[in-house]
């Protein structure tokens, strides 16, 4: 078993992978600043480091014996980049190459990043490939981008094993429900759950490729073994289908609402190619059968 630190480990994200590297009996270390992660998401087994990323002093020595890094830690969500640009980077790029260089410094074996299709923008072409270029439309779908160049380079320059993995619309149990940006199918389903309306952007058609979190997490822990990566790939995770928020009202059912328009893509659809042929991976959990379960969990008819 392996020595494995995780950033951001007490987040969405991050605490899922936690808990999938307890269950394979890792020891497991968690660095977060707890600005976003929450302390009732931290598995008991792990080991806690209560840090800040964009501290490199703070931070090195909490990588001594680590064998593999996977970096969750970020300031996530587009409204807040583009209210806070300078704050967010500091974060998001800063923050990584300090993971970047602390993982060089101490030896450690990989690194798996977490970047965002965010990345993509606006695209004329679906599915959409990794090659195709970036535009991004905010500060955060910039910054995460810059993250995947920066773990290429440390492959590159300094032979530090990396992979980036391109997150698409992660939803499950413990997602942020908050916010104007928070993830539709969170926000959605404590709409239902407070007896309100569910609010839609106008027209409801614009569409997504959505991500089960136990999906991204199985995806994680491939990236983390895999023979055929290392050397700062750029991989999609995410849905083999394109879902619109109308579609997804539709499932968690409700009365709805239309709200102002705001800046967004108009679709996303991943070419999953690369994560077949590197990882082996493809999702398992389809929308319609992710958010029932949620239902259930939630106990929401």
């Known amino acids: 078993?392996?020595?494995?630190?995780?950033?951001?480990?007490?987040?969405?994200?991050?605490?899922?992978?936690?808990?999938?590297?307890?269950?394979?009996?890792?020891?497991?270390?968690?660095?977060?600043?707890?600005?976003?992660?929450?302390?009732?998401?931290?598995?008991?087994?792990?080991?806690?480091?209560?840090?800040?990323?964009?501290?490199?002093?703070?931070?090195?020595?909490?990588?001594a014996g680590v064998e593999f890094v996977f970096h969750l830690a970020?300031?996530?969500?587009?409204?807040?980049?583009?209210?806070?640009?300078?704050?967010?980077?500091?974060?998001?790029?800063?923050?990584?190459?300090?993971?970047?260089?602390?993982?060089?410094?101490?030896?450690?074996?990989r690194l798996v990043y977490s970047a965002s299709s965010s990345a993509y923008g606006d695209q004329e072409v679906f599915p959409t490939n990794e090659d195709l270029p970036a535009r991004p439309l905010s500060p955060y779908g910039l910054q995460k981008y810059v993250g995947e160049h920066y773990a290429r380079l440390f492959s590159i320059l300094y032979g530090l094993k990396t992979v980036s993995l391109r997150y698409f619309n992660v939803y499950g149990s413990r997602a942020s429900s908050d916010g104007a940006y928070a993830l539709v199918i969170a926000k959605f389903l404590k709409q239902k759950g407070n007896g309100e309306p569910l609010t839609v952007v106008p027209d409801g058609e614009q569409s997504r490729a959505y991500s089960h979190v136990s999906d991204v997490v199985r995806a994680n822990m491939l990236a983390m073994?895999?023979?055929?990566?290392?050397?700062?790939?750029?991989?999609?995770?995410?849905?083999?289908?394109?879902?619109?928020?109308?579609?997804?009202?539709?499932?968690?059912?409700?009365?709805?609402?239309?709200?102002?328009?705001?800046?967004?893509?108009?679709?996303?659809?991943?070419?999953?190619?690369?994560?077949?042929?590197?990882?082996?991976?493809?999702?398992?959990?389809?929308?319609?059968?992710?958010?029932?379960?949620?239902?259930k969990l939630y106990n929401l008819s």
């Open 74 to 109: 970020a300031l996530c969500r587009v409204q807040p980049s583009i209210d806070d640009p300078v704050g967010t980077n500091d974060v998001n790029i800063n923050g990584t190459l300090n993971v970047l260089v602390a993982s060089r410094d101490a030896g450690v074996k």
């Open 225 to 295: 073994k895999s023979p055929k990566v290392g050397k700062g790939e750029v991989i999609n995770i995410g849905g083999s289908k394109s879902w619109s928020v109308n579609q997804i009202a539709d499932m968690i059912g409700g009365p709805r609402i239309f709200i102002e328009p705001r800046i967004e893509p108009r679709k996303s659809l991943p070419d999953l190619t690369k994560a077949r042929e590197l990882l082996g991976w493809e999702p398992a959990m389809e929308l319609p059968e992710g958010i029932a379960s949620l239902k």
């Open 1 to 63: 078993m392996a020595t494995v630190l995780v950033t951001g480990g007490a987040g969405f994200i991050g605490s899922h992978i936690v808990d999938a590297l307890v269950s394979e009996g890792h020891e497991v270390h968690i660095l977060d600043n707890f600005s976003s992660g929450k302390r009732e998401r931290v598995n008991l087994s792990a080991i806690v480091h209560e840090a800040d990323i964009r501290n490199l002093e703070a931070i090195k020595p909490l990588f």
